[in-house]
T-cell receptor, first 113, second 114 residues
Framework: GNSVTQMEGPVTLSEEAFLTINCTYT??????LFWYVQYPGEGLQLLLKATKADDKGSNKGFEATYRKETTSFHLEKGSVQVSDSAVYFC????????????WGLGTSLAVNP | NAGVMQNPRHLVRRRGQEARLRCSPMKGHSHVYWYRQLPEEGLKFMVYLQKENIIDESGMPKERFSAEFPKEGPSILRIQQVVRGDSAAYFC????????????FGEGSRLTVL
């Protein structure tokens, strides 16, 4: 079945460091791919998404490119801030059904000043 | 505009008791989803509901679990005769009519079964 594998955390970085959180997937068909973020004390919220191969999703300085050849959707940011400290979740739509998502385990990021 | 509201945030039950978790979707959202996060596992889809209808319950355990989203009031996830393995975080999400894949989540309800 479809699945998502995310890099394990926690990840600890200094402010202005470069961030990569790896995400790879297994899926049949052409799923959409998502990154969600959960800030402390809040619910998950959509960070960015990509709906087809080679699409790049971007938001708040974060980017991820839908790579079908490597079945990956790695999250990157060139310069992290303390306010980026959160848990990041990679997800894909199951069988092209955007209402049913399959999730990675989440990666906790802590950014120190 | 209030977000998705879940309550209680924390619930403790003894084995055999019933647990009821409530979710009020964002204003204007008619679709509700329940996900469960077991310790050391990712979020798992449980059920998708529209007002008064269960659309997809393929992730719901066959016994003891039920969900509803009545015409008036919040969505309810009900777990009867809870067991220790039901201890988890239960997340509710909502979305508007359009199917873009963007879900709006509540902060979750953490159930502990003693």
């Amino acid at each position: 079945g479809n699945s998502v594998t995310q890099m394990e955390g926690p990840v600890t970085l200094s402010e202005e460091a470069f961030l990569t959180i790896n995400c790879t997937y297994t899926a049949t068909g052409y799923p959409s791919l998502f990154w969600y973020v959960q800030y402390p004390g809040e619910g998950l919220q959509l960070l960015l998404k990509a709906t087809k191969a080679d699409d790049k999703g971007s938001n708040k300085g974060f980017e991820a490119t839908y790579r079908k050849e490597t079945t990956s959707f790695h999250l990157e940011k060139g310069s992290v801030q303390v306010s980026d400290s959160a848990v990041y979740f990679c997800a894909l739509s199951d069988a092209g059904n955007n209402r049913k998502l399959i999730w990675g385990l989440g990666t906790s990021l802590a950014v120190n000043p | 505009n209030a977000g998705v509201m879940q309550n209680p945030r924390h619930l403790v039950r003894r084995r055999g008791q019933e647990a009821r978790l409530r979710c009020s979707p964002m204003k204007g959202h008619s679709h509700v989803y329940w996900y469960r996060q077991l310790p050391e596992e990712g979020l798992k889809f449980m059920v998708y509901l529209q007002k008064e209808n269960i659309i997809d319950e393929s992730g719901m355990p066959k016994e003891r679990f039920s969900a509803e989203f009545p015409k008036e009031g919040p969505s309810i996830l009900r777990i009867q005769q809870v067991v220790r393995g039901d201890s988890a975080a239960y997340f509710c999400a909502s979305s508007p009519f359009s199917n873009t894949g963007e879900l709006f989540f509540g902060e979750g309800s953490r159930l502990t079964v003693l």
